[in-house]
C-alpha cells in the first residue's frame, strides 16, 4: 500500500523550474516531518531539503538552498518542492519521505514512510 505519492516530475531545461507534490495519508502525514531526498543513478540517495509539522522549520542542502523552496498544506496533507534554476546536475528521481520528529532529519535511515519517486531530468 503506498503511504506517500509523489507528482510533478518531469523534463525541463536548465535554468527552468519545476514543482513537485507529495500527498500522504493521516498517518504518514500527520504531526511528521516531511523531507525530500533524491537519488541520481549510480550515486547514493542524498538529502534535499526538510519541513517540520507547523511549517515554521525548514532544511535545506547546501546544493540547494536559495534556489528550492520546501512547503506543506497540512489541510491538504501534501509537501512541496518548489524547483528553480534548475541545472543538470539536479537530474535524478526525487523521493518524499516521513518521520517523527526532527532528529537525523538528513539521514534517509531515520524516514520510516516513502513514496515512490517521481523522475526529474534536466537538459543541459
Known amino acids: 500500500q503506498v503511504q506517500l505519492v509523489e507528482s510533478g516530475g518531469g523534463l525541463v531545461q536548465a535554468g527552468g523550474s519545476l514543482r513537485l507534490s507529495c500527498k500522504g495519508s493521516?498517518?504518514?502525514?500527520?504531526?511528521?516531518?516531511m523531507g525530500w531526498f533524491r537519488q541520481a543513478p549510480g550515486k547514493e540517495r542524498e538529502f534535499v531539503a526538510a519541513i517540520n509539522w507547523s511549517g515554521g522549520g525548514t532544511y535545506y542542502a547546501d546544493s540547494v538552498k536559495g534556489r528550492f523552496t520546501i512547503s506543506r498544506n497540512n489541510a491538504k496533507n501534501t509537501v512541496y518542492l518548489q524547483m528553480n534554476s534548475l541545472a543538470p546536475e539536479d537530474t535524478a528521481v526525487y523521493y518524499c519521505a516521513s518521520k517523527d520528529g526532527v532528529g537525523r532529519l538528513y539521514d534517509s535511515r531515520a524516514y520510516d514512510y516513502w513514496g515512490q519517486g517521481t523522475q526529474v531530468t534536466v537538459s543541459s
Open positions: 493521516g498517518r504518514t502525514f500527520s504531526g511528521r516531518l
